[in-house]
């Protein structure tokens, strides 16, 4: 407000929110003034990024608006010609309109102070620009602007600064709100700048590496080729693939594939190989970064024996290839590769990646390793010569017969089968014999007949290493002649086309019968038959255990008698007679003591060598127990008494005392500690972890004792405390 004219008035001091105040004293009065609208300075600074992609171009304008002065409720801008305003957003942003080139943003308050303002703008390409030209979103009514530009492209386009128009090139790092994939940076202090990009498309490169598994299977070849493709600087959207011409059914496997193609031979960007075909791979979106294409096939063979081709697949049009190659079989095939030339090369299976090794199934039998591509991999295929295996085995086998008075003879044979691919088992009894009947698993089966021989069906059962048992019944006449004299009789088992492991024959005669005098391929078992043979066996282990732990007892017996025999001798012929007697007791002791130490000593050394004989026989069976059981000893002995042949193998026999175990909580990865030994008078005897024994001093028994003290030992489990 401006005041022209204030007749009659004077100026005085204005209270509080007034502009002016006045004093008149009198009459008339004048005060004529003018009132001005206050425009509203407004001051912008913008942080621009310019995007250039594939079929569009995007540059986003964050501008930060500081409005001094006077507030606004609506902003007028002009985007730059030939873009589309695609977005704009900020706090109080109520509406905005393009209209004949001028965006109108309105506010639902009124603005006054710093606001911030984003504007995108996009614009189409229908082909890729050879350059970019970039002008500013201009705020009409503006006094100063500032602007900071920052550009960025996506893999495979690369931006260069071609024009600056009052702007000048800065480092990137010194952009505010910077993005990751900005690598320009410009920045200017006036309104009307320009700047002009030149575009560059990058051509892609592309690497590959093959990964070709090959079965060989009964008359049928089938694989797989796994091409792993690395992509750069561009996004692809096509591959080609060299496949051998012989593949059939051929399949391709892979994300986003769109369309599958076999190019024709005229096309120019076939193999140049005639014994391969291209196929085209089209993907519906340009693959980047990487892209796995699998390619499963397979082809018929003679199966008799044959020469193959084993070439796999390559990447046509890559910057380079490497692969490898896995050749697998089913069993009965032999495969003789034949000489390779570059760039194929023989490795070990080991050498292939972990990733590659886990696409087989079987056991890998030749892998080879390439670099580039067209190498040539084959090998002749046989059979390999048939050999029949074993249909089936009778783990056990038990008979069991019984003769009456009469001379009737009934005879069970049970044989527990373990079948493979057996159809019957077949059976010929002995001469004269009856069949009765047979069973399978304790059901009857009806046998059919052969000639001489009886067939048996046998299950073929899901678990071929479960027995089942098969049982015949056979009846014999033995003729049992009344005489004094022994009678022989042959007894036979039945033939079977099964393989045996163990037989066992049980017989019962009549309580009028004997047997004895026992021949043929069997074993009689111990303890079942006693005669004179038997008698004198027990005779002398008797009197030879005796002997062995009495032997001083019985020696002073004998001398004691000895002298009662001569003083009686003696005293029947007179003094002479006493003297005689007394020169031969003197002879007698004299012999005695010089034959008692030596008696003693060898007593002693051959309970020092059966006490190392049991120790082993306690030392092997702790390392059978252990074997059954992950490698750990038992905790005493009564855990092991399976492996043992008798108790008496625990015992001493040099004090009588039993061995002493400290096997508990060891295993078989300490060899060298104790885990039994025996204590006596001059030294001891010990068994180590590795089943061998020694005999020790008393001072090494101690050391070894104190530094077996001293390893730490495994727990022993709840389950062989118990």
């Known amino acids: 407000m401006e005041v022209d004219t204030a007749n009659g008035l004077r100026q005085v001091n204005a209270s509080g929110g007034a502009i002016a105040a006045y004093r008149f004293h009198g009459r008339p ?46 902003l007028a801008l002009t985007p730059q010609t030939g873009f589309a305003v695609s977005e704009v957003r900020g706090d109080g942003v109520e509406d905005w309109k393009l209209t004949d080139g001028t965006l109108h943003v309105t506010f639902t308050n009124r603005l006054l102070g710093v606001r911030s303002l984003t504007v995108q703008l996009e614009q189409a390409l229908k082909q890729f620009p050879d350059s970019i030209v970039v002008s500013p979103l201009s705020v009409i009514g503006s006094t100063n602007s500032s602007v900071q530009i920052g550009t960025a492209s996506p893999g495979g386009i690369r931006l260069k600064t071609s024009e600056l128009i009052r702007l000048r090139e ?21 309104q009307d700048w320009k700047l002009t990009l030149a575009t560059e498309r990058l051509s892609a490169r592309v690497i590959a590496e093959a990964f070709n598994l090959i079965t060989i299977g009964e008359g049928l ?20 693939v060299a496949l051998p011409a012989h593949w059939k059914n051929v399949e391709f496997t892979g994300p986003n594939i769109r369309r599958k193609d076999l190019l024709p031979r005229t096309d120019a960007r076939v193999s140049p190989l005639t014994n391969e075909v291209t196929w085209l791979i089209s993907l519906q979106d340009k693959a980047w970064g990487a892209y796995t294409l699998v390619v499963t096939y397979d082809y018929q063979f003679d199966p008799k024996g044959a020469l193959l081709d084993l070439a796999g697949a390559h990447a046509l049009g890559v910057e380079r290839e490497t692969g490898s190659a ?46 580039g591509t067209n190498y040539a991999l084959a090998a002749q295929v046989t059979r390999f010569e048939q050999i029949t295996g074993l249909e089936a085995i009778a783990d056990r086998t038990e008979l069991t017969s019984v003769l009456n008075e009469q001379g009737q003879m009934l005879t069970q044979a049970s044989f527990m089968v373990k079948n493979n691919e057996k159809q019957f088992q077949r059976f010929k009894l002995p001469g004269g014999a009856e069949f009765w009947s047979s069973y399978v698993n304790g059901q009857p089966a009806k046998p059919e007949k052969d000639g001489n021989w009886i067939l048996v069906p046998l299950p073929r059962q899901a678990d071929r290493d ?39 024959w049980q017989l019962f005669v009549p309580m009028s019968q004997r047997l004895s005098s026992f021949g043929g391929n069997m074993m009689v078992a111990p303890y079942t038959t006693y005669e004179l043979r038997d008698a004198w066996r027990e005779f002398v282990q008797f009197w030879g255990n005796a002997i062995d732990r009495h032997l001083g007892a019985i020696a002073f017996g004998c001398v004691v ?32 003591s010089m034959l008692l130490p030596a008696l003693s000593k060898a007593k002693s050394k051959a309970q020092r060598i059966s006490a190392v004989n049991n120790m082993k026989q306690v030392g092997l069976a702790a390392r059978l127990y252990a074997n059954d059981h992950g490698g750990k000893f038992p905790i005493s002995f009564q855990e092991m008494r399976d492996e043992l042949v008798t108790d008496k193998v625990l015992i001493d026999p040099s004090t009588g005392q039993p061995f002493t175990w400290i096997g508990a909580g060891k295993t078989e990865d300490m060899p060298d500690l104790v885990i039994a030994y025996s204590r006596s ?42």
């Open 326 to 371: 896995g050749v697998m079989s089913v069993s009965g095939l032999k495969l003789d590769p034949k000489p390779l030339s570059e760039p194929l090369r023989r490795v070990d299976e080991s050498e292939l990646t972990e990733t590659d090794r886990a696409l087989a199934t079987r056991p890998l039998l030749l892998a080879f390793k390439y670099t």
């Open 170 to 190: 800065v480092p990137v790092t010194t952009l505010s709100s910077r993005s990751g994939d900005e690598l320009l940076a410009f920045t200017g202090d006036q």
């Open 221 to 240: 070849v089938g694989g797989s080729a796994t091409i792993r493709y690395g992509i750069f600087n561009q996004g692809v959207q096509e591959f080609r």
């Open 681 to 722: 008078e001059n030294g001891g005897v010990v068994a180590l972890a590795d089943g061998s024994v020694q005999q020790v001093s008393s001072d090494q028994l101690d050391a070894m004792l104190r530094r077996d003290g001293q390893v730490p030992m495994t727990a022993p489990s709840a389950a062989a405390s118990g």
């Open 29 to 74: 009065i004048e005060l004529n003034a003018k009132l001005k609208r206050i425009e509203p300075l407004v001051k912008v600074s913008d942080r621009a990024t310019v995007r250039l992609e594939e079929a569009r171009l995007l540059v986003t304008h964050v501008l930060s608006l500081n409005v001094e002065r006077a507030g606004i409720y609506s």
């Open 561 to 592: 008698i000895g002298f009662i025999a001569l003083v009686v001798i003696a005293m029947q012929r007179g003094a002479k007679g006493v003297v005689s007697a007394i020169v031969v007791i003197a002879i007698v002791c004299i012999l005695a």
């Open 466 to 504: 479960q027995a089942f048992a098969v049982d015949i019944v056979y009846a014999q006449k033995i003729d049992l002649q009344k005489s004094k004299l022994p009678q022989a009789i042959n007894l036979q088992a039945p033939l079977t086309d099964v393989p045996n492991t163990y037989a066992e």
